[in-house]
């Protein structure tokens, strides 16, 4: 079969479709899933360019979100039969509960292998059952953007009538907009581009911040009347994160969940605002299939469709990735099978 995978260099470049990738054969409690789609996040670029860490396993089968469908099972197998349409767990060992050193280890397309391949080789414990009204393409976009998304919001304790602050038109954000609305909550959003700024409206931001044209977006808020918000979805970091902390109110929350934001934009994090303002911070590492399903009861429920960018041939992974590199997309990139 056929996998995409970093052999000996790091960069998207070097990237080297093999052809005669070993087919994988389920155990006892395995399955086989046939890939028919798989979404990119920011990690796998750090993974691809070396920069997450080179001590990686090579070679090694890049991605870790994948959607398609049961091919096998092995013995014992109660949870899925083949043809059931699934989603992997961006942490196949994180099932419920806290999150633990083993289960972090788990998470495709790193340390253990990833999904960019024709088929993959999972416990039956770490498949998600896909939404009807979802396709393969709208699903593989769920596992690690929208489970982190709605990890952020709940420990957050949203509720209707809140206000969040998402930043950027990446995945985690789209997903953070999307499921705040469906919960009755107003959405504030940033973004460096007024094209953006109208389809995070037309997605039912009630304001946008353009943050190139106003790099003092927290100060802008403010003096729009817009702040303090209750919850802010960090996905900047350092660029960013004391923005946010002065954009939250007395006894708000940030969630902590990436460093997209170049550095340079912001000074090392104010310890005392956020002792002062009693801001809870909490960091995020995306979720388990417990929270996997309890968000796909709320998608289902909302008729919740992902927001898909574009989609590439599985050929072109390469080319998925350099357009996805450059951040002009908005919502999720997804490589089709
Ligand atoms: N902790 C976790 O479990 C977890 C899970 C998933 C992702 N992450 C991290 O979260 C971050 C976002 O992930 P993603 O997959 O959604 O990434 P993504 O799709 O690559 O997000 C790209 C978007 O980030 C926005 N951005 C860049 N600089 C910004 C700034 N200064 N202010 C506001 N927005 C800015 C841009 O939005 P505009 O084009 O609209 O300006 C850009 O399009 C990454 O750092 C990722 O590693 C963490």
Redesign the pocket.
């Known amino acids: 079969m056929r996998a995409w995978q970093i052999t000996d260099t790091f960069s998207i470049d070097s990237l080297k479709l093999n052809t005669a990738a070993a087919e994988p054969q389920p155990g006892p409690g395995q399955v086989t899933v046939r890939v028919r789609a798989v979404s990119l ?3 796998d670029l750090l993974v691809i360019k070396g920069l997450y860490t080179k001590k990686l396993p090579l070679p090694l089968t890049i991605c870790s979100d994948a959607a398609g469908e049961i091919a096998a099972v092995g013995a014992g197998v109660t949870r899925v039969k083949p043809g059931d349409r699934v989603c992997g767990l961006f942490m196949p060992a994180w099932i419920a509960g806290g999150c633990s050193d083993g289960a972090a280890r788990s998470a495709q397309g790193a340390f253990a292998p990833g999904v960019l391949a024709e088929q993959i080789l999972l416990s039956e414990e770490a498949v998600t059952p896909t939404s009807a009204h979802l396709s393969d393409a709208e699903a593989a976009t769920l596992p ?2 929208a489970v ?1 998304a709605w990890n952020a919001l709940m420990q957050g304790g949203l509720k209707a009538g809140d206000t969040v602050l998402v ?7 789209i997903f953070a907009l999307q499921l705040a609305r469906a919960a009755g909550a107003r959405v504030i959003a ?4 007024d094209e ?1 700024a109208a389809r995070l409206k037309e997605l039912g931001a009630a304001h946008v911040i353009n ?1 190139k044209a106003n790099p003092e977006w927290d100060e802008a808020m403010r003096k729009g009347g817009l702040g303090p918000v209750d919850q802010v979805i960090e ?2 970091g350092q ?2 994160f004391n923005r946010s902390l002065k954009a939250v109110r007395m006894g708000g929350y940030v969630a902590l ?6 550095a340079a ?1 912001g000074d090392a994090p104010n310890l005392t605002t956020a002792l002062m303002k009693g801001v809870r911070i909490q960091g ?3 979720g388990s299939r417990e929270m996997f399903e309890a968000m796909n009861r709320a998608i289902a429920l909302h008729a919740i469709r992902p927001v898909t960018d574009r989609v590439f041939a599985f050929e072109d992974a390469a080319d998925a990735l350099r357009y996805f590199e450059t ?1 002009a ?1 908005f919502g999720k990139v997804v490589i089709a099978l």
């Open positions: 996040n920011f990690r690690c953007a982190t930043q950027g038109t990446g995945g985690v954000s940033t973004t460096s581009s953006k943050y996905i900047g660029g960013t969940i990436g460093n997209r934001a170049d934009l995020i590492f995306v951040g997309h």
